[in-house]
Nanobody
Framework: QVQLVESGGGLVQAGGSLRLSCAAS?????????MGWFRQSPGKEREFVAA???????????DYADSVKGRFTAFRDNTKNALYLRMNNLKPEDTAVYYC????????????WGQGTQVTVSS
């Protein structure tokens, strides 16, 4: 099993910044896992935000949703089994519960999820 615990959410004014963290643990966790961020706003479906994929020798590349490109940066620290999301120039439409997720490289769906952390951006 893999456990994912998010932290770092909170209330911030539009234009502000936050950094989310996700700590991974469990015997099943592998550093080559794809780890990503998703978010869900009230009344909306959960949507993809960013994902980090292992590209060899402690290197990862990141993919982003168009809505966050240029504002959000996802990165990992394998020494801590951690995933981060740095969010700059936040907008009210970024308000959501943010979830950390992980899957193996061969899986097509994420099978490990955190409990979520609330991000609220005031206008």
């Amino acid at each position: 099993q893999v456990q994912l615990v998010e932290s770092g959410g909170g209330l911030v004014q539009a234009g502000g910044s936050l950094r989310l963290s996700c700590a991974a643990s469990g015997r099943a966790f592998v550093s080559t896992y794809v780890m990503g961020w998703f978010r869900q706003s009230p009344g909306k479906e959960r949507e993809f935000v960013a994902a980090t994929t292992w590209s060899g020798v402690d290197s990862y590349y990141a993919d982003y949703a168009d809505s966050v490109k240029g504002r959000f940066t996802a990165f990992r620290d394998n020494t801590k089994n951690a995933l981060y999301l740095r969010m700059n120039n936040l907008k009210p439409e970024d308000t959501a519960v943010y979830y950390c997720a992980a899957r193996s490289t061969v899986a097509t769906t994420y099978h490990y999820w955190g409990q979520g952390t609330q991000v609220t951006v005031s206008s």
